[in-house]
């Protein structure tokens, strides 16, 4: 029961970390309908602007306790300075073209913002472990947790709540699922389509960006990690299907009890159990758990 225990509790914890930043992922393929390869780098600017507030601020001797609001100041500032950037300045020009297009547009800002993170924060690893270390460990099924990992599975929780909300409760959701089901005749009838694009990818990006901020207190952030995430979130999105946010959700679970699972019981498996979840899952059904068969005009 231990080992059952600490598999599903490691399991949830890296299921959240995942949620975080394949919803954001997804949400933006299903209202933009593009494949934001350059969204690993969103993830990565918020882990460094985290961890760069949180160093600055703890310099000057002031209380802990603060660290955590700067830790979602610093992800809302990375989606809405980055996303709406990347948004007007590159992808509004390629609205409507063809894929590959779009995929090399975006691959090509995941390389400029890597180059861009070396320019401002240097190649050192930046360490910001005081918000982790400073609320202790709490024992779990006789397992020893830190109780900063649990913090992540509340933020995933809350932000997973606030996103369905804006969805399905808000007049902004009735135009994102409008949009999202017919952008012609939304813009026909109305509705700002550009504006709504843009604040579907500031969304994704604070996401992709919290997920950063808030896993920068647990491991030292470096150059790169945006790449690891990217190709782990393309996985999850798979799994539960493009433009899905429960199929996100699902995804994460999937992957993240696998992953605890071979970790703990066979951990050379650790990535191999992963991508066996999602070639099993496009074997018999390619568009995904919750994806749905998607028509094309011609």
């Not at 950063?212 to 945006?226: D, E, K, L, N, Y």
């Amino acid at each position: 029961m231990q080992l059952f225990g600490t598999i599903v509790l490691d399991g949830l914890i890296f299921a959240s970390w995942l949620f975080l930043v394949s919803a954001g992922l997804t949400f933006i393929y299903g209202v933009l309908r593009i494949l934001n390869v350059a969204h690993g780098s969103l993830y990565a600017l918020g882990a460094y602007m985290g961890a760069f507030l949180v160093l600055r601020y703890l310099q000057t001797g002031a209380p802990v306790a603060l660290t955590y609001l700067l830790l979602l100041v610093a992800a809302i500032f990375i989606g809405i300075t980055a996303g709406s950037f990347i948004e007007r300045v590159f992808l509004r020009r390629v609205y409507g073209r063809e894929d590959v297009v779009q995929l090399l547009v975006t691959f090509a800002i995941l390389l400029i913002l890597e180059d861009v993170i070396k320019l401002s924060w240097g190649v050192t690893p930046l360490l910001a472990d005081k918000p982790y270390s400073a609320l202790g460990q709490v024992r779990f099924v006789g397992v020893s947790y830190a109780r900063y990992s649990l913090l992540l599975i509340g933020v995933a929780l809350v932000a997973g709540a606030i996103l369905w909300l804006v969805v399905n409760r808000t007049r902004l959701g009735k135009f994102i699922t409008a949009v999202i089901t017919d952008r012609e005749v939304s813009a026909t009838l109305g509705i700002n389509v550009p504006r709504v694009y843009i604040i579907a990818f500031i969304l994704g990006g604070i996401f992709a960006a919290l997920g950063g901020a808030f896993t920068s207190p647990m491991q030292p952030v470096v150059p790169g990690i945006g790449v690891e995430v990217i190709v782990l979130s393309f996985a999850v999105v798979a799994i539960g299907g493009l433009g899905s946010v429960g199929g996100a959700a699902l995804g994460s679970l999937l992957v993240g009890m696998a992953r605890a699972a071979a970790v703990h019981l066979r951990p050379e498996l650790d990535l191999f159990a992963i991508y066996l979840i999602m070639a099993l899952v496009l074997l018999f059904r390619p568009q995904g758990l919750f994806g749905a068969v998607e028509t094309r005009r011609i």
